[in-house]
């Protein structure tokens, strides 16, 4: 799954990477128990980042959310927030980046990072 079922065009790997490097800054801000100002989504966008989260609708949904609970270290998570460093029509083109803050363990932890979960 994830990076493993990524077409080769995906990429680009770099973009891939400097979302990364923006989501380890705003755990570094968070961590350090500043204030982002505004609202996640919007710093993001000031950071040129497409950030996207589940609708409420989708995110009620059971099969849905098994799609995107992933391992968090600890357990089992479901995981709303996401990067979109790729914006394609078909999946397999569609790159994904799904993390999660924990308050408690002041750090950001990347569920998945690959192709889009259908």
Not at 92 to 111: L, T
């Amino acid at each position: 799954g994830g990076v493993a079922d990524m077409h080769p065009d995906s990429g680009p790997p770099q973009k891939v990477y400097s979302y990364l490097e923006k989501l380890a800054e705003l755990a570094e801000i968070k961590a350090a128990g500043e204030s982002l100002g505004k609202t996640m989504a919007g710093w993001f966008s000031e950071q040129n980042v497409e950030y996207g989260g589940e609708s409420g609708t989708k995110s009620g949904n059971r099969d849905f959310q098994n799609r995107r609970t992933w391992h968090d270290g600890e357990n089992n998570t479901y995981f709303e927030d996401h990067l979109k460093p790729n914006q394609a029509t078909h999946p397999d083109k569609c790159v994904r980046i799904y993390f999660k803050w924990f308050e408690d363990r002041k750090k950001i932890v990347v569920g998945w990072l690959g192709r889009h979960p259908e």
